[in-house]
């Protein structure tokens, strides 16, 4: 009786914790799901007691607001402009962002993972995903709360006064001949360096997928490097032409 128990017991201890290792989808989902929508909502009240509504002046067509700033949701467009032209910030950009979101279920063939929370088998894209996601909100978060009048930079413990007198950096241009070179070895090295080094998420994607794939990841990584370049370098454009400048 003792060793049909233990052989019972032997029996049903991979099963538990293959069940513990990708759970189903009911109840975790929905359990985590809710806990997540009672810590955001807690997290909103707080903030709304603690800090008053940012309401600005009665509205005149005498005087434009300073700074004159987007709904939130679109603030983070209006802080890529800084650092882009407008055609590239408010319509490629936003255009790229779409129609690879739009591509993902195109691209991603990895059929594990589906309908379970598995982070070990979609590392790349979850990271990547990830990242994305918290570049945009660190766009939103810097020009919601750190851009002032005549959208000057200030810490979060400087007084936003348009008296005060900020330096005026000249910013310049590199010059075009170099940028291509260089933007030739970033591109070049975005679709060599995953086949040299065998990466798993680069031999499970065709010709057409993986050039999509990295394409898209070699434009979103761009920007943060442009971000560097304007505020450390005080670089403003790379490429510059009669017809468009990036």
Not at 37 to 43: F, Q, R, S
Not at 83 to 101: E, N, Q
Not at 142 to 147: A, E, L, P, T, Y
Request: glycine share 4%; net charge neutral.
């Amino acid at each position: 009786m003792a060793e049909e128990t233990t052989a019972v017991q032997t029996k049903t201890a991979p099963q538990k914790k293959k069940k513990e290792k990708n759970p189903h989808v009911w109840p975790e989902l929905p359990f985590k799901e809710l806990m997540c929508a009672v810590l955001v909502m807690i997290v909103l009240i707080v903030w709304a007691l603690w800090l008053d509504a940012p309401l600005g002046e009665i509205a005149t067509p005498s005087r434009t607001e300073n700074p004159a700033k987007a709904p939130w949701y679109f603030i983070g467009l209006q802080e890529i402009l800084v650092y882009f032209d407008p055609w590239y910030s408010g319509v490629i950009m936003p255009s790229i962002i779409m129609v690879g979101l739009m591509a993902i279920p195109y691209l991603d063939t990895n059929p594990k993972g589906v309908g379970e929370y598995n982070f070990s088998s979609r590392k790349f894209a979850v990271i990547n995903f990830l990242i994305g996601y918290f570049m945009w909100m660190f766009a939103i978060v810097v020009g919601q709360f750190m851009r002032g009048p005549s959208w000057l930079f200030f810490w979060p413990w400087e007084v936003w006064d348009d008296t005060v007198h900020h330096e005026e950096v000249l910013l310049t241009n590199i010059d075009n001949n170099l940028s291509l070179i260089c933007l030739g070895i970033y591109f070049a090295l975005g679709f060599l360096l995953p086949k040299l080094f065998r990466m798993k998420w680069a031999k499970n994607l065709d010709f057409m997928r993986y050039s999509i794939v990295v394409t898209l990841m070699l434009l979103m990584y761009m920007v943060p490097v442009k971000v560097v370049l304007r505020q450390i370098f005080h670089v403003r454009y790379l490429i510059t032409t009669p017809w468009f400048n990036i």
